[in-house]
């Protein structure tokens, strides 16, 4: 039986030296940081021009010092840290760039103001994936799976008590009855497809760092965090975050190397959760039977769809964008959902918003996100193809939504990518 104390004490002097010492501690307390405060509002001082400063911006412009120090700091041979995870961070400020162009193009705003605003819903977040391959230690699998099994746990405590809301700071233009109205949860968030998707990320997060030898209480805990994401998924209603977690529970089916028994396991479970969203959440019936009954012709799917056409046709007048503050402004029709300033798409929001160099760039992030994962880790890893799945949820959301570009989804976007970096063997804290 190995020395576990002499074996923690090896597993850290053999750590890379950008993953020792204070500032990579402080860094793993960023990194853990960003998870509960991407899901909880907590402002912090509110700056002229710009806007509140919340708590999760602070985690993560804290990041990017932190990455920054350590870049300057060690040398790149010590590091290892390639390309693939600063190209990500450098495409998203890319993005922000050309979206504050299209907006001075397209006059329709300050171009700094729209991309200092594109940077805090999205761009900031980008360094989580660096700061997870320069600060991730063993333990910090451990870490995320206490961090998501609590914080699924105050999301499904703010679906059954939404008076809960009272006791958060809330954004001055929320309006708490726009969705209660509807009997749709928004949990800690301010809307119910966030919860969703959030909830969905979340126990992804959880059962990828479920150790290879689990214990009793591992199994358990993994049956309570899919049970309470299951409930916050349906209580709000969300088509796109059904559609999204079902996607990503077949790209873990038919692709990863798990049991057939875990399979059918969850083939099971996925069942049995629709089963019970259609006969006892009445909101979950309304909305999943509407959309089966009337299909394109279904008055949210058609006017996306319609505002997704729109925004495709404006841009081969305005290729270079308008900014995603300008979407409204564009809008070729009053009638349009573009009026709202959104086509309900990242992409097509995107598309327009920073034009077609831009979707280009978000693409090509997706496209490294996805293949960090699979080149950190083994091809039979089963926490790989669970990040994966993530990846494909949040690839599905966004076609019926703006995220990841959000305030609430990106960090835990991007905390799916930088997690494939986390060392194994987390049962040893380093």
């Known amino acids: 039986m190995p020395d576990l104390a002499a074996t923690s004490a090896l597993a850290l002097e053999e750590a890379p030296a950008s993953r020792r010492g204070i500032l990579a501690f402080v860094g793993r307390v960023f990194l853990l940081a960003t998870i509960p405060f991407s899901l909880i509002w907590v402002p912090l001082a509110r700056v002229p021009g710009v806007g509140n400063v919340v708590a999760g911006d602070v985690a993560q ?9 350590a870049l300057l700091l060690r040398g790149r041979g010590d590091l290892d840290l390639g390309l693939r995870t600063p190209l990500i961070a450098s495409l998203a400020v890319v993005v922000a760039v050309l979206a504050g162009i299209g907006a001075d193009l397209g006059r329709s705003g300050p171009p700094l103001l729209e991309s200092m605003t594109f940077m805090k819903r999205f761009g900031l977040s980008a360094i989580i994936p660096v700061s997870a391959v320069l600060f991730g230690s063993r333990g910090m699998g451990r870490w995320t799976r206490a961090l998501t099994a609590i ?17 958060l700071p809330r954004p001055e233009n929320w309006d708490a009855d726009i969705f209660a109205s509807e009997q749709r949860a928004t949990g800690s968030v301010t809307n119910p497809n966030d919860l969703a998707y959030a909830s969905v990320a979340l126990f992804i ?49 038919l692709t990863s190397s798990l049991r057939i028994r875990v399979k059918v396991a969850l083939l099971l ?15 979950f019936d309304r909305r999943l039977s509407g959309a089966y009954r009337e299909g394109l012709s ?25 900014g995603y503050g300008g979407i409204a402004r564009a809008s070729p029709r009053e009638s349009s959902i573009l009026q709202y300033g959104t ?31 699979g080149v950190v880790r083994p091809p039979d890893d089963p926490r790989g193809h669970v990040l994966k799945a993530g990846v494909v949820a949040f690839l599905l959301f966004g076609a019926a939504t703006v995220v990841p570009i959000s305030i609430f989804l990106s960090p835990l976007f991007f905390q799916l990518i930088g997690a494939a970096s986390y060392p194994d063997g987390d049962e040893y804290a380093s």
């Open 61 to 69: 412009i804290g990041l990017w010092v932190l990455a920054l120090v």
């Open 151 to 167: 914080m699924i746990a105050v999301l499904v405590a703010f679906t059954f008590d939404p008076t809960l809301q009272d006791w």
């Open 205 to 253: 997060l959880h059962a990828a760092f479920l150790p290879r030898r689990a214990s009793f209480f591992d199994r358990l805990l993994l049956v309570a965090a899919l049970a309470g994401s299951a409930t916050c998924l349906i209580n709000s209603g969300s088509r796109s975050g059904v559609m999204g977690a079902a996607g990503a529970l077949l790209f873990v089916v």
């Open 269 to 283: 479970a996925a069942w049995l959760a629709v089963v019970a969203g259609l006969s006892y959440s009445v909101v």
């Open 298 to 322: 279904e008055e949210n799917i058609s006017s996306r769809l319609s505002g997704q056409w729109l925004a495709l046709h404006t841009t081969l007048e305005k290729p270079f964008g308008v």
């Open 343 to 373: 086509s309900d798409s990242v992409y097509f929001d995107t598309l327009l918003g920073a034009g077609v160099l831009g979707l280009l760039c978000l693409l090509v992030l997706f496209r490294m996100g996805w293949r960090h994962i």
